[in-house]
């Protein structure tokens, strides 16, 4: 079963920039489709950013579009590159995978997704 393991969560300054790392444990991590996803205290769990397991198609939230960054490389990792990092971006990010040779039925659906990581935190602050 597909583990993963995010990185990079820490504390920013409004305006400033992150990047999160996601590894996968399996070499065939290359077909499996990868989202971000990020959850604030007593709020429910939401969408951030998705890739199609190809790297051929990309989605974003509305709130992060122009902002944020999802890519994958060709080993084990998807990253998640936030730029001007504003205070309501402050949240418990996850990543998520579907796969292998899927996409998810709605890439901003929970449930679409098989495999989660245990989170990281990002706290944008002054």
């Known amino acids: 079963q597909l583990q993963l393991v995010e990185s990079g969560g820490d504390l920013v300054q409004p305006g400033g920039s992150l990047r999160l790392s996601c590894a996968a444990s399996i070499h065939t991590f290359g077909t499996y489709s990868m989202a971000w996803f990020r959850q604030a205290p007593g709020k429910e769990r939401e969408f951030v950013a998705g890739i199609r397991w190809s790297g051929a198609y990309t989605k974003y939230a509305d709130s992060v579009k122009g902002r944020f960054t999802i890519s994958k490389d060709i080993t084990k990792n998807t990253y998640l590159q936030m730029n001007s990092l504003k205070p309501e971006d402050t949240a418990v990010y996850f990543c998520?995978?579907?796969?292998?040779?899927?996409?998810?039925?709605?890439?901003?659906?929970?449930?679409?997704?098989?495999?989660w990581g245990q989170g990281t935190q990002v706290t944008v602050s002054s």
């Open positions: 998520a995978a579907v796969g292998p040779r899927k996409v998810p039925t709605s890439w901003t659906r929970a449930a679409g997704y098989d495999s």
